[in-house]
C-alpha cells in the first residue's frame, strides 16, 4: 500500500505551496526535496550549481530521492528535474503516489520571476523561451512518472489540494 504523495512538476507550478496545503490538510509530515538536499550538502541550491553544476546537483538528488522515499505518510515536493533520472521516480513509486503539477508557460514565467536568484537554470537572457525549451523537453518523463495529473494555472492552491485528494480518493492502492 502507498502512503506518500510526492508532486512533481516544471518549477513555478505550485509543488511547495500546493505540498505545505496538502500536507497540513492530511496531518502529514512536509518535505521539500530541495531543502533536504540544501541541508544535506550544507549549500543553497545556486551554491551547488555554482560550484558543481547540474551534474552535481542531480547526483545529490539522487541521494535525497533515496533517503524520502523510505518515508511514510509524507508529502513530498520534488524538484522540477526529479523526473529526469529514471532511478528517482521508480525510488518514489514503491512509496509513493505521483502526482504531476502543470502550468502554462506564461504562468510559469510570471510566478517565478519574483524569485530572481534561485532558479539557476532560468539565469538566462530569455527566459521565457528556456522555460518552453526545458518544458517541450521534460514534458514526456512528468507524463511518464504521473498518476494523477492537474493544471494549476487557473487553481488556488486549495482548489488544486481538493482535486489531489479527490483523485486519490478513487485509487485504491493508496493508503489515506
Request: aromatic share 6%.
Amino acid at each position: 500500500m502507498k502512503t506518500n504523495i510526492a508532486l512533481v512538476g516544471f518549477m513555478g507550478t505550485g509543488k511547495t505551496a500546493v505540498g505545505q496545503a496538502l500536507a497540513k490538510k492530511l496531518n502529514r509530515k512536509f518535505i521539500e526535496l530541495d531543502w533536504l538536499i540544501e541541508q544535506e550538502s550544507g549549500k543553497s541550491i545556486p551554491e551547488i550549481f555554482r560550484q558543481g553544476g547540474e551534474i552535481a546537483f542531480r547526483e545529490l538528488e539522487i541521494e535525497a530521492t533515496k533517503k524520502i522515499a523510505g518515508e511514510k505518510k509524507v508529502i513530498i515536493a520534488c524538484g522540477g528535474g526529479v523526473i529526469l533520472n529514471k532511478i528517482n521516480i521508480d525510488r518514489l513509486r514503491e512509496s509513493s503516489r505521483t502526482v504531476y503539477l502543470t502550468a502554462s508557460p506564461g504562468v510559469i514565467l510570471k510566478r517565478i520571476l519574483k524569485e530572481v536568484g534561485q532558479r539557476p537554470l532560468l539565469e538566462v537572457d530569455n527566459p521565457a523561451r528556456t522555460i518552453r525549451e526545458l518544458l517541450k523537453f521534460r514534458e514526456p518523463f512528468y507524463e511518464r512518472a504521473a498518476d494523477v495529473t492537474i493544471n494549476t494555472s487557473k487553481l488556488d492552491i486549495d482548489a488544486v489540494v481538493e482535486q489531489i485528494i479527490e483523485k486519490l480518493k478513487e485509487d485504491e492502492s493508496f493508503d489515506f
